[in-house]
């Protein structure tokens, strides 16, 4: 179902391709969108197990693409970095395929589970009064949750050898 990498020299381990899921800042959801043009967004996220979980306003172009077509990918880059003597550049990144749906019931163990995991990735040090108050507006947004069907990692090939990719 998912095509194999062509560059198969660069193909990073699951557990490898799992860590730069697991330890990015934010990545691009990439949505079919309006017309059949491709909708990428860039969004922060958290992810448990097979889950990644985001967080969204409760309409917009991301909640209608994703009600119109729930296959989606998630691209995370790891690592860019420009070598102009060498015309290339040393990067590392995943994508993940997978599923989306859109948790709105605040009965939903998603939906709470969602919002714990990104105020603990994004706001660590927040006070408790202050992320009680956060955790208590799930009325106000909704969690899209994507299943990961298929993830991927690649590097550039020097990095690779170097086993330097992370």
Known sequence: M??????????LSKEAAEKILRE????????????GYCYAVPIN???????????????GH?????????????????????IAEEFTTY??????????KIVEDNDDPDKL????????????????ER?????????????PVMTIEHLTGKAARELVRRGDFS
């Not at 992320?131 to 969690?143: F, G, H, P, T």
């Open 131 to 143: 992320r009680a108050k956060e955790l208590s507006r799930l009325n106000a947004l909704v969690i």
């Open 24 to 35: 990015g800042d934010f990545g691009v959801l990439a949505l079919s969108g309006d017309d």
């Open 62 to 82: 991301k909640l209608d693409a994703i009600r119109n077509n729930d296959k989606v990918s998630f691209c995370v880059v790891d690592r860019h970095e420009v």
């Open 45 to 59: 996220y958290a992810v448990e197990g097979n889950k990644i979980y985001f967080h969204s306003a409760k309409t």
């Open 91 to 100: 990067f590392s990144s995943a994508i993940a395929f997978g599923r989306i």
């Open 113 to 128: 589970r969602g919002l714990e995991l990104l105020a603990d990735k994004y706001s660590s040090t927040a006070s408790a």
């Open 2 to 11: 998912f095509r194999e990498m062509r560059r198969n020299k660069q193909v």
